[in-house]
């Protein structure tokens, strides 16, 4: 049912740059702006970037937000042990929200 | 703080309804639209509808139309959300999530969630 393609998986060692990509469409990311969610095991999802590249207060510098046409990126730069989470990217589409298919990064 | 602290898991068997409170805290309840959003098991996230204390204007995703009902209480600031004729792949934990905006816009900004709710679906 997801429209926005996120890769299944990413993994970086600690202190390494993770970047996350999620593709759509003119009528989703092309036209609408993208939001980020991360989502700890067994927790409920978080805010995590809003409106294309903006951090709400609290969340770290590390990560950070693009938007390029009808694709979006999450980076995640100096990669900690805490940052292993599953990541989703959202966006308004038509006349339904719709989120990414999601992306399990993993800590080595 | 904001709070949201929805009701507890539910066990339901086919063709059932079901319906999920989400009390709210910690912030002026009408000032902020309500979305639901369901997980199922090793899925991804769908957007349900949402719900503006505000206004009472209400806008569901097609695929939930006729289906789903959603309330608000301002008196007891909590948003419901009843689902009825339950099927197995409606199996999934639901979460309701504060909107940034008092009114239904067109937008996918969610700024706090509730805890979840699993609600299980079976014979």
């Known amino acids: 049912q997801s429209v926005l393609t996120q890769p299944p998986s990413a993994s970086g060692t600690p202190g390494q740059r993770v970047t996350i990509s999620c593709s759509g469409s003119s009528s989703n990311i092309g036209s609408n702006h993208v939001y980020w969610y991360q989502q700890l095991p067994g927790t409920a999802p978080t805010l995590l970037i809003y409106?294309?590249?903006q951090r709400p207060s609290g969340v770290p510098d590390r990560f950070s937000g693009s938007k390029s046409g009808t694709s979006a990126s999450l980076a995640i730069s100096g990669l900690r042990s805490e940052d292993e989470a599953d990541y989703y990217c959202a966006a308004w589409d038509d006349s339904a929200g719709v989120f990414g298919t999601g992306t399990k990064v993993t800590v080595l | 703080q904001v709070q949201l602290v929805q009701s507890g898991a539910e066990v339901k068997k086919p063709g059932a309804s079901v319906k999920v409170s989400c009390k709210a805290s910690g912030y002026t309840f009408r000032r902020h639209a309500i979305s639901w959003v369901r997980q199922a098991p090793g899925q991804g996230h769908e957007w349900m509808g949402r719900?503006?204390?505000?206004?009472?204007?209400?806008k569901f995703a097609q695929k939930f139309q006729g289906r789903v009902t959603m309330t608000t209480d301002i008196s007891t600031n909590t948003a419901y959300m009843e689902l009825t004729s339950l099927r197995s792949d409606d199996t999934a934990v639901y979460y309701c999530?504060?909107?940034?905006?008092?009114?239904?816009?067109?937008?996918?900004?969610?700024?706090?969630w509730g805890q979840g709710t699993l609600v299980t679906v079976s014979s």
């Open positions: 999530a504060r909107d940034h905006h008092p009114i239904a816009v067109a937008d996918m900004y969610f700024d706090s």
């Open positions: 719900i503006s204390p505000y206004n009472g204007d209400i």
């Open positions: 409106r294309n590249d």
